[in-house]
């Protein structure tokens, strides 16, 4: 990569990040690349004429390492649980939703590289983007520090009171705040669309979530499914349910 050395002007940026994670790379190319979505990279190959990787190919990476770690933490800690049970829980540990909700404790968001464009329609709090470069994340810290360290890192956000109930729960923040509502009975809630941006092939739809006519919190999503996750959520941490 002719332009390998360009990390080195976000030095301070990347360093803290790894503060963040407990981890220090001994590549911090590597981890450049993880954080540089594309288009960033896109981006700085515009103004400059060099290539940049963005970690679309770490995401790859990091997917398959992210699927055998819980893997193998599942198969070992939950021995009793047949391969239908174990299949459930992987698939909500590694769903975009769950991993978008992993990405908050490392403030994740708040690191990608994007390009201005990116970052002005909301892409460090887009889901497929931060759930993306969490896994691209993964896959830097496996070529940078092998699978031992990789799997440190991944288990480290696994619930340790992990169920088949939990792991239901996972990133499902709609059946959570049901859950919080029907308390009490006379409470009603409700999510309603209030707007849609973008060409068809992107566009992102915009939910209130509204407790008793009230609105208790809004998302934003590519689907009204994701939108309304993230409505959910910002009405559990306005409640005191989430952090």
Do not use: W
Not at 29 to 53: C, P, Y
Not at 164 to 170: G, H
Request: charged share 30%; proline share 2%.
């Amino acid at each position: 990569m002719k332009n390998s050395e360009e990390y080195l002007k976000h030095i301070d940026r990347l360093k803290e990040f790894e503060e963040v994670i407990g981890y220090v790379f001994g590549d911090k190319s590597l981890l450049f690349q993880a954080l540089s979505h594309s288009s960033f990279a896109n981006d700085l190959k515009t103004r400059t004429g060099e290539k940049h990787f963005s970690n679309e190919r770490l995401e790859f990476l990091g997917d398959s390492v992210l699927s055998i770690v819980v893997s193998e933490h599942l198969f070992r800690y939950f021995s009793h649980l047949p391969e239908g049970d174990l299949s459930r829980i992987r698939a909500a540990l590694v769903c975009e939703q769950t991993l978008f909700e992993f990405s908050h404790r490392i403030r994740l968001g708040e690191f990608l590289f994007l390009s201005r464009g990116e970052e002005m329609n909301g892409g460090r709090s887009r889901p497929s983007t931060v759930s993306d470069a969490f896994e691209a994340v993964i896959g830097a810290l496996y070529l940078d520090g092998g699978l031992e360290n990789a799997r440190k890192y991944v288990t480290g956000f696994i619930p340790k009171n992990l169920n088949k109930d939990t792991a239901k729960k996972l990133g499902d923040h709609k059946t959570l705040l049901q859950e919080v509502i029907q308390q009490n009975p006379e409470e009603r809630v409700e999510y309603v669309t209030v707007g849609e941006s973008g060409p068809e092939h992107n566009k992102m739809y915009r939910v209130n979530v509204l407790l008793n006519g009230a609105v208790i919190g809004s998302g934003e999503g590519h689907t009204k499914k994701q939108a309304e996750q993230q409505a959910a959520r910002e009405a559990l941490i306005l409640m005191g349910e989430l952090k």
